[in-house]
């Protein structure tokens, strides 16, 4: 089956599609805002230019294009000039995969987000999960600092805000 499109319809329809302020991306920085997160975008100064930079945590989120980048879940390939996408896709995922690594060997916390994984079905989850991750590096990050909150140490002393549950089970109060 051929491309139902012709040359110059596809052409197009490929030039059209952004690089940036893509709606995955957009998902994933309007949540980071709402969380109190801030963050600088696409620095060219860093392999890569990843989508979002947090230089305070030294962490770094791509939002990936899940046909773009190769996901796994991505299992219909362009048919038309499938070598040309194939060789494309490879070498996207080779430069992908060497940013990631100068990222990290510079000591930058690195971040993947699928665009799959933004769907309105798994969105929740891939949200908690980032969150999950930017928790653990805050505190990685924090753990070197000294505690500044001090607890009570717990004591059988302290006042009792309600009585013993004790008691209430087979009693009849009349109003």
Not at 46 to 74: A, S, Y
Not at 114 to 137: F, G, N
Request: with cysteine; charged share 30%.
């Amino acid at each position: 089956m051929g491309d139902r499109m012709t040359r110059e319809q596809r052409h197009r329809c490929m030039s059209r599609i952004r690089g940036r302020d893509t709606k995955p991306e957009m998902v994933v920085r309007r949540w980071l805002w709402r969380q109190g997160y801030r963050y600088r975008l696409c620095v060219k100064a860093l392999p890569g230019r990843p989508d979002i930079v947090m230089r305070k945590w030294r962490t770094v989120i791509f939002v990936n294009g899940c046909f773009w980048h190769g996901h796994e879940c991505q299992k219909h390939r362009p048919v038309t000039n499938a070598k040309f996408w194939q060789d494309k896709i490879t070498r996207n995922r080779n430069r992908d995969a060497r940013n990631q690594a100068l990222l990290q060997t510079a000591g930058w916390h690195v971040l993947v987000v699928w665009e799959c994984q933004l769907t309105p079905k798994h969105r929740i989850d891939t949200l908690r999960e980032l969150d999950l991750a930017l928790s653990r590096i805050v505190l990685e990050q924090n753990g070197s600092q000294p505690n500044r909150y001090s607890y009570p140490e717990p004591s059988t002393d302290l006042p009792v805000a309600a009585e013993p549950l004790e008691g209430y089970g087979n009693h009849h109060v009349d109003h």
